[in-house]
């Protein structure tokens, strides 16, 4: 049972990577508390036979989904399943009176077609999917304080649509050369066993893939055609690195204004963000580290002009657990519950 003073939540795939960082949030935050975790697999088993370094914070077993228990417990209620089963649950929840934060790439897209072309999925929650707004606070935090439905966006696009918003907002740079060069961990893959994931196959190696058909293309393209009011093609390229935890993604652009110096863009860039207290503008030629975001909701992100090709480069480290998914999804529920935005959301990292 809920403390009367404190906002139930629940958490739907709470074995998960993302669900085990939400419990760790959570605990964390004052106006909260669990009541309830959801899994498949793991139904009937103790959230700490599964992580047992959480024993004497959490004494909750993971059960069976039943949204009518699920809603009589909570208010606000995060989805962290696959692709492809928030859309059949989120409809239910929302008629049932709770705020829903979904992780999964269901409630991304304005246009369900372009998910359904990219995501291989039918859908039938065209209504639902209509008031979903997409959870990126730095770009839309006065959609989300009155949204019942958050779509948090994807790891690469937090990393890349935050590096890249400043200069396409403010028309810096022409749309169409934007190439965008990203690396990941493995934690980004999910806690599912995959042979690719394995330490003896990702260890020592770096290399490329979903090489011109990921699936995070769309969403990046969706949000910068928005934000220049027409439609962007970008080149995207994710990396696997072996680590666990944090993205470094490198934007490339060419500048409108070849006469544009690192220091203009530095002050355009503080000035964009200056009410987004998690994103973190580096002085002049500090370029950001992954290992300064692990563990916290920040972005660090570099720039600098290259004055022979007229390109500026732009470098967004964040770590992909967080910002990338559980914290950014604390961040929406802050602005939906009129709180803080930055209520229990952790800012100092552990390096080195
Ligand atoms: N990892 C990352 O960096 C990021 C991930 N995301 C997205 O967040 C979501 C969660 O990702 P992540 O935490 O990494 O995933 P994991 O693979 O670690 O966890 C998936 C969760 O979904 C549950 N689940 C799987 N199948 C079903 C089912 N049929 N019915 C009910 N529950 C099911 C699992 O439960 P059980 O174990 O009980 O079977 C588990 O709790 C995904 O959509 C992912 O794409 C978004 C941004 C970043
Ligand atoms: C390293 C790795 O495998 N990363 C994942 C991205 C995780 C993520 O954010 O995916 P969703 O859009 O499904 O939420 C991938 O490339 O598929």
């Not at 939400?22 to 599964?50: N, W």
């Not at 209509?130 to 696009?157: F, T, W």
């Not at 530095?266 to 580290?289: E, W």
Request: one cysteine or more.
């Amino acid at each position: 049972m809920a403390h009367l003073d404190k906002i139930a939540v629940g958490i739907i795939g709470a074995s998960g990577y993302g669900g085990v960082q939400l419990v760790r949030l959570l605990l964390e935050h004052p106006e909260v508390e669990i009541a309830y975790l959801g899994g498949d697999s793991s139904a009937g088993k103790k959230f700490t036979s599964l992580y047992p370094h959480l024993t004497h914070r959490v004494d909750l077993d993971i059960e069976k989904i039943d949204l009518d228990v699920v809603a009589n417990r909570c208010k606000v209620v995060f989805l962290g399943l696959p692709n492809g089963l928030a859309c059949n649950i989120a409809p239910t929840l929302i008629a049932k009176g709770c705020k829903v934060l979904d992780l999964s790439a269901d409630y991304r897209f304005r246009d369900l077609d372009t998910y359904i072309a990219w995501y291989k999925k039918e859908r039938a929650d065209g209504e639902t999917a209509k008031k979903a707004v997409y959870g990126l606070p730095e770009l839309y935090r006065n959609q989300i304080e009155q949204s019942l439905l958050i779509g948090c966006p994807g790891c690469y696009p937090t990393a890349t649509l935050l590096a890249l918003s400043p200069l396409l907002k403010q028309g810096l740079i022409e749309p169409e050369t934007v190439i965008i060069d990203a690396k990941s961990g493995t934690s980004g893959g999910g806690r599912q066993a995959k042979t690719n994931m394995l330490l003896a196959e990702a260890d020592n190696s770096l290399g490329a893939y979903g090489v011109a058909n990921h699936r995070h293309t769309p969403e990046i393209e969706q949000i910068c055609s928005e934000l220049v009011r027409q439609e962007v093609r970008v080149q995207f390229t994710p990396h696997l690195i072996p680590m666990v935890r944090g993205i470094l993604s490198t934007v490339y652009a060419t500048l409108r204004d070849p006469g544009l110096v690192r220091d203009d863009l530095i002050t355009i860039y503080n000035a964009f963000y200056r009410s987004s207290s998690f994103v973190k503008i580096l002085p002049n030629g500090i370029y950001p580290q992954t290992k300064w975001a692990c563990g916290t909701n920040l972005c660090y992100i570099g720039i600098e002009v290259d004055p022979r090709t007229g390109r500026v480069i732009v470098m967004s480290a964040i770590d992909n657990l967080i910002k990338g998914q559980a914290g950014q999804a604390v961040q929406c529920m802050n602005l939906m519950m009129g709180w803080d935005e930055a209520l229990g959301l952790p800012q100092l990292s552990f390096y080195p």
